[in-house]
């Protein structure tokens, strides 16, 4: 059974740092990243990173948001700083293969 099981989230002040994290089981993914949805909106690109560490940012969080991977582990890491009131949402995190899988999502909030 495969699964991506999230951990980290919760609630930071603006101008906080967070980290999350993805772990996988039951496959190993060429791709991991983070999407997340706020309310209302549709759900985003945050970032991606690939098993050689190429890493790919959206727009929004480049400068703030650093994604790892440690493949002994088979997780993946989301470092935010400098969060932002805009940066509320649920992250959720994907693994590409054969097969795409994502997680269940974690929230995270950044009060002003």
């Known amino acids: 059974q495969v699964q991506l099981v999230e951990s980290g989230g919760g609630l930071v002040q603006a101008g906080g740092s967070l980290t999350l994290s993805c772990t996988a089981s039951?496959?190993?993914?060429?791709?991991m990243g983070w999407y997340r949805q706020a309310p209302g909106k549709q759900r985003e690109l945050v970032a991606t990173?690939?098993?050689?560490?190429?890493?790919n940012y959206a727009d929004s969080t480049k400068g703030r948001f650093t994604i790892s991977r440690d493949n002994a582990k088979n997780t993946v890491y989301l470092q935010m700083n400098s969060l932002k009131p805009e940066d509320t949402a649920v992250y959720y995190c994907?693994?590409?293969?054969?097969?795409?899988?994502w997680g269940q999502g974690t929230q995270v909030t950044v009060s002003s």
């Open positions: 990173t690939t098993g050689r560490g190429s890493t």
């Open positions: 039951g496959s190993i993914f060429s791709i």
């Open positions: 994907k693994g590409w293969g054969v097969v795409d899988y």
